[in-house]
């Protein structure tokens, strides 16, 4: 397997290369990204290309065995450039052009950027195309992050227009499709039609996830443009990918991905200004995104944290063991290569507090000797397994245009998407229950149970395929708000859940919605929620039950006694619907129930610990602080793959500890 490191020989004197490629030989790196950042070097003018410093430390990093992977340049257009077509550059929805001076500064509308695009990478794919031991290519890097993703210039709203036409064929048809009735907003030329630039109060919303869905494209096309020119130079071992970077940006991951082999992904569990890191189930979604934008296909962490990253702000320092157990849970769920950023920390620049493998004094300490200790363990079995079967016994779904919709109206101050996603993947990844990112393009015959939470806006091909999941046996999770929002972005006119209420076998003919500070209360009734009580946070449907079960009411509220959660016969299946926001114990206890019902194999561990098979392989992880944990093992004889030695029935896993065991018997 390939782990590696990026690094930047420009920002280093060429005396120090031969240095920091015998520590690399050293530590155990057989791979190197470069040259993501370096336009300006590899053009210094328009037209005169001069390759040769790259050139210089691909030499000697080959010639020590150390394979590359090199990043098109595109994320930093160069002074020049700026200098003669300051067109290039975005515009933000207040209608100022963002200036020249840190990174992501074009808009991918732009004719003029996609020619230059078009002439640089083709020069780099032609001169590198064919080298033996640049094994790949890293399309940009981080597509649309930093707020980079939407720009409303005026190219931009010429290429919307354009962008519009092709999708409704006529005016008459955009306008019945946004209802542009609406406060005297129709359109009877297709020039009149805005980018969303900021006005008094909000714009239409189906404007708004159109424009969304626009930006997406857009990048998609500007991707392919990339991989156009690079495929048609590059011999055909070469593999191209991009760093995603999953934050519900206007970026969609799967329809880009089409066109990349692989998709690798930038794993940084702590930024500047966090006190600690994000939960280990927000990482752990992260990496399913990343696995399921290929369908299950292996991806890359082309960006692996090592150490306190921060630009104005440093954030967190990661504690001895951190690295190691971020890295087991990577390829635990499906990374096929590491490459830690960065090599060494900056001396200059923007990133200059962004820590690397070594600090700005270069001298091997702490993460240098952790990191060579994580290679050295993977030396025997990393192969075997990275090349193991990932198989999820449960769907989570995520949709990039659902959370859209929900960032255009979020309808309580109280609601994060991210969190309210999560709030239904914790209980699963707490219970250690493999899961899949899923959406309308995937098969669902594989799952026992797929969890739908805050499904808004309602996809008919997906809402085909759960009821035809559920009819021939599966369950299916639905939390609040499920079901309200038409593909156009229109509120359906039926009772909610809308296209979901045979389902469900419920109606909804109220809801509250409860800004921060604000919590009603529930209590169980039923199975396993009876005499569970949890507070009712962000919303409250109030469910009138038609032929479902109610499993927990609401207390403490005008609507004392009206459904929350409800369980109701589908065909063969079953299927939840989860009125609001509940408490982790509440809601742990109603998953664990489902996965029981549906044959799902759960494995309880303590607090913070996370185990996950892969094929013959199991990863165990202490994500916790301070507090060593004992795990009970599957049955079966293990072996610890660092060690050679066996374990059976019980582990203990140190603080921020990881191991990889493999069954024997």
């Not at 969303?196 to 392919?224: G, I, W």
Request: charged content about 25%; glycine content about 8%.
């Amino acid at each position: 397997m390939y782990i590696g490191v990026d690094y930047y020989p420009e920002q280093w004197p060429e005396s120090r290369w031969p240095e920091d490629v015998r520590l690399m030989k050293e530590l155990g790196v057989n791979v190197v990204r470069l040259a993501e950042f370096g336009w300006q070097l590899m053009e210094p003018q328009e037209g005169k290309y001069d390759f040769s410093l790259y050139d210089r430390a691909i030499k000697l990093l080959t010639e020590n065995g150390i394979k590359i992977v090199l990043g098109t340049p595109t994320a930093t257009p160069p002074a020049w450039l700026i200098q003669k077509h300051p067109e290039i550059l975005p515009t933000d929805e207040n209608g100022v052009q963002i200036s020249f001076g840190a990174r992501r500064h074009y808009t991918v509308n732009s004719k003029v950027f996609r020619e230059y695009t078009k002439k640089i990478v083709t020069e780099m794919a032609s001169h590198y195309g064919q080298h033996p031991d640049i094994i790949g290519w890293q399309t940009d890097n981080e597509y649309g992050h930093e707020k980079s993703d939407r720009s409303y210039g005026e190219e931009d709203r010429e290429a919307f227009q354009v962008w519009l036409q092709k999708k409704y064929g006529s005016l008459e048809q955009l306008n019945k499709e946004w209802g542009t009735v609406f406060w005297s907003q129709t359109y009877t030329d297709w020039a009149q039609i805005p980018v969303p630039r900021k006005v008094y109060q909000e714009h239409n919303p189906s404007m708004l996830l159109d424009f969304d869905r626009f930006c997406a494209d857009a990048y998609t096309s500007y991707n392919r443009l990339q991989t156009d020119c690079l495929r048609a130079n590059i011999r055909s071992g070469q593999f191209l990918t991009h760093n995603f970077v999953y934050t519900d940006q206007a970026i969609n991951q799967w329809d880009m991905s089409e066109d990349l082999d692989y998709v690798a992904y930038d794993n940084y569990p702590v930024w500047g200004g966090l006190a600690e890191p994000v939960s280990p189930s927000a990482i752990a979604h992260q990496h399913d995104l990343c696995r399921g934008t290929k369908n299950g296909k292996g991806y890359w962490v082309m960006e692996e944290l090592s150490g306190a990253q921060g630009w104005s702000k440093i954030g967190y320092l990661p504690r001895p063991g951190h690295i190691k157990l971020w890295t087991y849970q990577a390829i635990s769920r499906g990374a096929e290569a590491i490459v830690y950023f960065r090599w060494r920390a900056a001396q200059f620049g923007t990133e200059e507090f962004c820590h690397g493998i070594l600090d700005h004094d270069g001298i091997p300490k702490r993460k240098y000797n952790e990191v060579k200790e994580v290679i050295s363990s993977l030396k025997v079995h990393g192969d075997d397994w990275i090349a193991s079967k990932f198989e999820a016994q449960a769907g989570v779904y995520y949709d990039p245009e659902n959370a859209w919709a929900w960032n255009i109206q979020p309808q309580s101050s109280a609601f994060s998407h991210r969190a309210e996603l999560l709030r239904h993947y914790a209980p699963a990844h707490k219970l250690n229950v493999a899961t899949d990112a899923v959406n309308s393009r995937s098969d669902l015959s594989a799952y026992k149970a797929v969890i739908v939470p805050i499904y808004f806006l309602e996809s008919p091909e997906f809402t085909e395929k759960l009821k035809a999941y559920a009819q021939n046996g599966g369950t299916v999770v639905f939390s609040y708000r499920s079901g309200v929002k038409k593909p156009n972005n229109f509120v359906t006119g039926a009772t909610l859940p809308g296209e979901l209420t045979e389902m469900t076998g419920i109606r909804i003919n109220e809801y509250e919605s409860l800004q921060t500070g604000q919590s009603n209360s529930t209590a169980g009734t039923a199975g396993s929620l009876k005499g569970l009580e949890s507070s009712a946070e962000v919303w409250c449907d109030l469910i009138e039950p038609v032929t479902a079960e109610v499993l927990a009411e609401y207390r403490n509220c005008f609507y004392e006694g009206t459904a929350a959660v409800t369980k109701n016969q589908y065909g063969k299946g079953t299927v939840y619907y989860i009125g609001t926001a509940l408490e982790e114990e509440l809601l742990t206890a109603l998953y664990k129930e489902i996965f029981a019902e549906a044959g799902i194999e759960t494995v309880e561990t303590e607090e913070g610990v996370e185990a996950v098979r892969r094929g013959l392989f199991l990863s165990i992880m202490n994500h916790t602080v301070g507090r060593s944990a004992s795990v009970t093992l599957p049955e079966g004889e293990w072996m610890d793959c660092a060690s050679g030695q066996t374990v059976q029935k019980t582990l203990q896993l140190d603080a921020l500890g990881a191991v990889l065991l493999k069954k024997s018997k």
